[in-house]
């Protein structure tokens, strides 16, 4: 659906290689993780693989929608670590309040990308760095540069603790998020404006399409999920940590990436950007794995240089197959 | 008739207000400095004496000699967001060289010259992958080097398994600790630096190369500039940069924590680009600039130290001054 929008805006599709290759590999390292490790499948690896890793999947989605628009944004890991904070200095008030502690101060942070962006035309680069920046210093100010405990009464640990039907109730939210996500970008118009926007800002502004209005939503949405990160954050380790979410947003991109959306914008799947995320996930799970095993000893430095060389080995292969590779070259 | 005549003064205000603008966009960051000396002056004890002079020369140095590489790369419409984890990779090599646990020394000077040189060599050659990926590949440049951003540091952990490596070798801290003529030696090496990266923008072919890929690659290739060689060459030039100022920490700090060193400078570095004037979409390089946007920063950061401003709060002036000087550049360019 989305590939066919993109194509009505005159992006230029992926092959479909490329697009799913993710999903292919993805399915792959599960096969492999299957048959090598004894309790790869077993309910305790499943759960809390899902329970960590939807921080990261719903930093990731916010961050697909920015880069659809031709955008990006440094800001998500420190927003997250500033929503930690805000939520677990609300969660004495109840669980409602933290979360929407969290989420607002995720909201305020998109805004203010916003205003830099939208309003101020200043570069999405600088604007979102600067961004983190200032949220990262509110962050530590607010927590009085330690971590904030949060409160066990009221039922706020549920959030990032807690089970519903078998499963973690942070992979429920992030299922939830990624069903919305997926929805926006391909029944609605503000998707089709996100992606156009990403395709060709100009063009997009010449067709009357309302551009400034669809990049003030997706900073804002970017923001709130990685304030709904936080929130998790804070409920799932007992704390809100004012400088977690260091590398959060070189995560976030990397999955974008993975996943198949094209870094220049104007196109781009939600989907897939799940399956981006959940791989980068599954490498580090896998490792911990291969530890165990004793025939090896990677430490957990090792997870950066194979993220690092996965996102290399993933532009590569996307800047091959849509022929883009340079002919200029001497 | 009458209407015309009251009109007619208006407009004159608002072109005076538009040169002012202007002014500020193109001298923004010396104003800057200017108001920031002058704040020190006032407000900080002791500002004017050669020790506080000195420990402020020291901390902008490393940040300096990353942004020049930067500014080049900048230039030509590319970002290098690889430098930190660069430095962190030159951090940790040096002294694995000098102690000789990489090759036997048959002399302790020998391990000196290798640690002065192999870690920035190393630098410079990872610099050429940067440039390699976004030539043949044509990868963008943020993400080019978000490879080695995620990678490098990762790579300078392996190597010294985390580990703080912590030594004492007067031969080798020259560079960090030595003095010339009253003042450290990175400062010297720091402006030495500036002189010759100002002179290869203003008077080599190399420098109007730079620009020309910058300000319009199509016709810079149309008139026969190597574009991608001239690229390739910005981000090893900028990867060797950030392998002197990788070097040129560890030897201030005594010791070399892959998990630190370098953490966050590629931020410093752009900041200090960007205040300095030279446009983050490429076509200039303003070297003098860089200098004084580095500088700023430095200010900044030791006014509200002294002033016994937290630093999170610092981190939110910084913020506003990279927004700011961004903002006035807009305001400037014509049309």
Known sequence: MSASGARAFGGRALPLAGRYGVVAALALLILFGVARYDYFLGAFNVLSFLRYNSMFALVSLGMAFVIMSG????????????????????????WAPGLVAGLGAGLGAGLLNGVL????RIAPFIAT?????????????????????VSYDTGFTEIGQGDWLGLPVPAWIALLAYAAGSVVLNVTGLGRTVLATGGGEDAARLMGLRVDRAKWAVYAASGTLAGMAGAILAAQFGAGQPIEGVGWELFAIAAVVVGGTLLTGGEGSVGTTLAGALLLGLIFNILNFENGRGFISLSAYWQSVIRGLFLLAVVVMQAKLSGRAAAQDT | MLERVAVAPAPAPVRRRATITEFLARHGAVVALAVLLLLALVATPNFLSLRTLTVNLTQVAGIVVVALGMTLVVATGGIDLSVGSLMAIAGALAPMLFLGQLVPL????????????????ATGALGWINGWLVTRYRIQPIVATLVLLIAG????????????????????????LGRLLGLPVQVWLMA??????????????FGRQVLAVGGNERAARLAGVPVARVKRLVYVISGLCAGVAGLVVIAINSASD??????GMELDAIAAVAVGGTVLSGGRARIGGTLVGALVIQMV???????????????????????????????????
């Open chain 2, 192 to 205: 030495a630096l500036v002189l010759v990266f100002a002179l290869v923008v203003r008077r080599t072919l």
């Open chain 2, 153 to 176: 540091r990762g790579i300078a952990q392996v190597i010294t398994n985390g580990n703080l490596q912590a030594f004492r070798n007067p031969a080798f801290q020259v560079i960090g």
């Open chain 2, 258 to 263: 892959a998990n630190l060193v370098g953490l």
């Open chain 1, 117 to 120: 962006v939208v309003r101020l």
């Open chain 1, 129 to 149: 760095l600067a961004t983190m920046l200032a949220a990262n210093g509110c962050a530590l100010l607010l927590a009085n540069n330690e971590s904030v405990s």
């Open chain 2, 106 to 121: 048959p002399a302790p000077w020998v391990g000196v010259a290798l640690a002065l040189t192999v870690p920035v060599l």
């Open chain 1, 71 to 94: 955008g990006i944004d440094l800001s998500v890991g420190a927003v997250a670590a500033l929503g930690s904070v805000a939520s677990a200095l609300a969660s004495g008030l109840g």
């Open chain 2, 301 to 335: 950061r030791y006014i509200l130290l002294a002033l016994g401003v937290p630093d999170a709060a610092a981190l939110v002036a910084k913020a506003g001054l990279i927004i700011g000087a961004v903002w006035l550049q807009r305001q400037g360019r014509p049309g």
